[in-house]
Each structure stands twice: as C-alpha cells, then as structure tokens.
C-alpha cells in the first residue's frame, strides 16, 4: 500500500472510530440531526381533531403522524411525546378517553402500555412507552373504522 493510500485508510478508520464513539454516548456527531418534533404546547391545536384528551405540554411528532379526516371522524396515527412519568400518562387516558365518549376494552400495563378503546364505529390504540433517552414518554394513538362497519360499507 502506497503511503497515500495509507493515509486514507488512517483518516477513514478515525472517522468511523468517532462516529461509533458517539452511537456509544447517545449523541449525534455534531451536524447531524434526527427527526425534530414541532413543539406546541397543546397539540390539538395544530391538529383538526376533538375525540381525544391530548395531555398538557405534549409535543407532536408530525413526521410520524398521519390524520385523514377531522373533528371526531378521523382515522390514523398521532404521535406525542410527553415529558410525564409513564403511570401519570397511562392514568391520564385511563380516565380523561371516557369523558370524550371512548369506552375501554383492553389495558395491558407494563413496560410498554397499550390500552384500547371503542367508540361508535371506530376503535382507538393508544400505546405509551417510555423514552429511550432521557424523562418522558412516546404516545402513539392509532384510530381506525371497527372491521364489522368497514364490511357493512359505514365508511
């Protein structure tokens, strides 16, 4: 190998060297970026539904999210992220989805929470599990149309 080719081999293995070294420390090498979250202090404002209680201060993640339709006839996925102990935003929904209309079905509390929820011809999956990094918790709600209203053409 010619000391030219050397030198190439030398900088490329220092540069893989530290970017492992920052996958290792939970960082990002500086100029990189992940997906950012569009903070807002109420996301139900930026989003054109009214079915579901959003906690206080949560933020929503929209590359993540996708909402087809409006008010309280819409279907997909909305992910926040909420900087709230796990139990606080598991109690939360618990207790605030029955005052929009939405009955439980199924809880499974663990690491990973999931709850589900029906209301009408739609049926709601709110699953919440806590930050790889740091305080908080992910929130995904996922709404879709009850299989028997989808076959008898409710749509």
Known sequence: MTRRGSSAVVCLALGIA???????????????AGPELKAAAEPSKQLPITDIPIPAGARLDAEQSLVIGSQD?????????V???PTEVFN????????????????????VSNMTFTRA??????????????????????VALVA?????GQV
């Not at 530290?18 to 990189?32: E, F, I, K, T």
């Not at 006839?73 to 992220?81: A, F, M, P, T």
């Open 83 to 85: 900087d709230m102990p």
């Open 73 to 81: 006839r819409w279907l997909g996925r909305i992910v926040i992220r």
């Open 92 to 111: 939360h929904f618990a207790r605030d989805m029955a005052k929009f209309g939405w009955t439980r079905t199924l809880t499974i509390h663990s690491r």
């Open 18 to 32: 530290m970017a492992l070294g920052a996958c290792a420390s939970g960082q990002l090498p500086s100029g990189a």
């Open 121 to 142: 011809d739609r049926v709601a999956l709110v699953q919440i599990e806590p930050a790889s990094f740091g305080a908080g918790v992910t929130v995904w709600i996922t």
């Open 148 to 152: 028997q209203a989808a076959r008898n």
